[in-house]
């Protein structure tokens, strides 16, 4: 009868467990690095050596989730924005009961906006059931983060700021925006809003966008 060492099977549970952290923080630290990392940067930065994070590199690259551009840096791969496209409909999903509570509260088109490739997404929008006249806007429409109350709530967000901002006729004239960035879920950069035709009361509409975003982030979360 052979003996069996349960310490082993342990520690190659815990080495794969450190393993895949490390790669999830490499995954972080190149995300949060526009220009890249040379691998003596990510190395220095996770506090291991440089055979670790070739390690952690080749296989990251084979998946596409990193890649080495033609100075050495690695930068982010095509498979994290799969994985990103991949996640959008269960973000939109997620965010739909605050956007229709907020949509009937203001009186306004509700939407929730994120970041993609540098530009504002509406990724989801919803319409008020009540009113007469109300704004038709595109799911999917694209916008630059410093126009629109949509994207410089983003911008603000990046920050810390939570507070709501308007914008008057920035993306379309005669229309009136209000939104608040969505913050504390680890890997995204959103905002909520509503936009209207006729000016928004930012006191009355502000609280109501910021308590969106905030049942947004809780159910992100």
Do not use: K
């Not at 099977?9 to 999830?24: A, M, P, W």
């Not at 930065?45 to 055979?51: D, Q």
């Not at 999917?140 to 914008?167: E, F």
């Not at 925006?177 to 995204?188: F, Y």
């Amino acid at each position: 009868m052979r003996a069996v060492d349960a310490t082993a099977g342990s520690n190659r549970t815990g080495e794969t467990s450190q393993t895949l952290d490390r790669g999830l923080r490499l995954l972080h630290l190149v995300a949060d690095t526009p220009a890249g990392l040379t691998v003596s940067e990510a190395a220095n930065r996770l506090g291991v050596g440089r055979a670790a994070v070739y390690r952690l590199v080749g296989p990251l690259t084979g998946h596409g989730m990193l890649r080495r551009g033609s100075d050495g840096r690695l930068r982010i791969g095509a498979g994290v924005l799969h994985l990103a496209r991949r996640a959008q409909p269960l973000l939109a999903e997620g965010a739909l009961p605050a956007l229709r509570r907020l949509a009937e509260q203001a009186g306004a088109t509700a939407h929730l906006t994120v970041v993609d490739g540098g530009e504002g997404v509406a990724l989801a929008v919803v319409e008020p059931s009540w009113t007469s006249f109300h704004v038709a806007y595109r799911t999917g429409a694209r916008h630059p983060l410093d126009r629109g109350a949509a994207g410089r709530a983003i911008l603000a967000g990046r920050s810390g700021t939570a507070d709501p901002v308007s914008s008057s006729g920035e993306l379309e004239s005669g229309a009136y925006g209000v939104a608040a960035p969505v913050l504390g879920v680890p890997g995204l950069e959103a905002s909520v809003g509503v936009v209207a035709l006729a000016p928004l009361d930012v006191a009355l509409v502000g609280p109501q966008v910021q308590a969106a975003a905030t049942a947004v982030a809780a159910i992100l979360c």
